[in-house]
């Protein structure tokens, strides 16, 4: 592994340590399980709320999943 990829993939994975606990500030019901660095940094997470294990690669995942999560809670209210 080149020098360069080596510090490229350790800061994708501290950007994704902080992503980790971003999560578990905002929303309680998500528990962080793990954090992954392979293929691609991403973080497997567990709803509590509606007992199923999503993983997200990127804040757009994160919030695209709350935004869906929100709605359908709206349409079975």
């Known amino acids: 592994m080149s020098e360069q990829h080596h510090s490229i993939s ?6 994704m340590q902080v992503f980790a606990l971003r999560i ?3 929303t309680p019901n998500l ?3 793990e ?3 392979s293929p691609r940094p991403f973080l497997l ?8 294990v999503v993983a997200f ?8 999943y709350r935004h869906t999560v929100r709605q359908e809670g709206e349409h079975h209210a």
């Not at 997470?45 to 199923?52: E, S």
């Open 57 to 64: 690669s990127s804040e757009a995942d994160y919030l695209t």
């Open 35 to 37: 954090v992954f660095e």
């Open 10 to 15: 350790s800061s994708s994975l501290s950007a």
């Open 45 to 52: 997470v567990r709803d509590t709320l509606h007992g199923i």
């Open 24 to 26: 578990a500030q905002e």
């Open 31 to 33: 528990r962080v399980l």
